[in-house]
């Protein structure tokens, strides 16, 4: 029961980081406000490793820290940030509601515990259905720029899948806030250089309210907090299970819309939740409560 306590906690954090992010590169250059997320975020864990004396990964460890940093938070990042400028929220949340798909290929030539199955992968497909029909009025693509930015988000969601595969096969033994310290030194740095090349100096941009929440939130609750636990759930399950977490994502988003802000909720949209929650509760039913 705690881990599933656990994996809906962390669908809530994930599932607010996009209205954030669409907050922030509406007023912030997109690259930098990305590399200021995570050095923000490095700030807080190395005070966190410091006062827990938490030991730092061992030589042989980094070059998959370093590898699955630049894939989690270098260039999923990028591509992210990047394509949201030019694709609609809803067409973001469906791209990202792949993740899982890729995540199943990848375990399945990188996991022994993980195989692929047609079985598992309609399973996803009925979810990913379910957040296609949610976000059917915003799906539109305009132009060569929607069409790039597109094929951008779609690569990050790529990247993350391959990340996480790749932590659970030789990060497991490791404390999350080590691999995230390690993971965020190895992204940040070349985030901030190609941002203070390219966007010029932070200290010029117009730090509006909103953008400074937004990027304290992403900072603290979409940095911090939720890879943390996502790196306690993928030592407890498997990599395509946490990664599930994209397909509930956008439909919690439309209920604290609903709850929140008084968003009409459509018919379309509970037949769309309703594929969804069905393909969560078919992956997540078998071996959840066990160790993958």
């Known amino acids: ?12 954090i994930w599932s607010s980081v996009w209205l954030f992010i669409k907050i922030g590169v509406t007023e912030l250059p997109p690259i930098s406000f990305a590399g200021i997320r995570l050095l923000i ?31 989690l938070l270098g260039l ?11 694709v609609s929220s809803g067409l973001i949340a469906v791209l990202q509601a792949a993740t899982p798909a890729f995540g199943l290929c990848f375990g399945h030539y990188l996991l022994r515990d993980e195989p692929f199955s047609f079985q598992k992968l309609a399973v996803l497909l009925l979810g990913i259905a379910g957040v296609a029909i949610i976000c059917a009025d915003r799906l539109q693509v305009s132009g060569y720029a929607g069409l790039a930015g597109a094929m951008a988000v779609a690569s990050g969601g790529t990247c993350v899948a391959l990340g ?3 932590v659970k096969r030789r990060g497991s033994h490791l404390d999350p806030a080590a691999i995230m310290t390690g993971q965020m030194a190895c992204a940040v740095m070349p985030l901030m ?18 953008a400074l929440s937004a990027l304290l939130y992403l900072a603290l609750a979409g940095s911090v907090a939720a890879f943390w636990l996502n790196y306690w759930l993928l030592k407890r399950m498997g990599a395509t299970k946490v990664l599930a977490m994209a397909l509930i994502e956008p439909l919690i988003a439309l209920l604290l819309g609903a ?24 992956l997540l039913r078998h071996g959840t409560l066990q160790p993958a």
Request: proline residues 6%.
């Open 193 to 210: 250089a190609y941002g203070l090349l390219h966007d010029g100096n932070p200290l010029a941009f117009r730090w509006s309210p909103r």
């Open 259 to 282: 709850v929140v802000l008084h968003e009409t909720v459509t018919p379309m949209a509970g037949v769309g939740g309703a594929c969804i929650l069905a393909s969560i509760w078919l």
């Open 1 to 12: 029961m705690r881990l599933l306590v656990v994996w809906w906690v962390t669908c809530l």
């Open 76 to 86: 999923n990042y990028a591509c992210t940030y990047w394509g949201a400028q030019y």
């Open 41 to 71: 975020a490095l700030a807080v864990l190395i005070s966190v490793l410091v006062i827990r004396r938490i030991p730092l990964p061992a030589r042989r460890d980094w070059p998959m820290i370093a590898a699955t940093g630049w894939l």
């Open 164 to 166: 996480y595969v790749l």
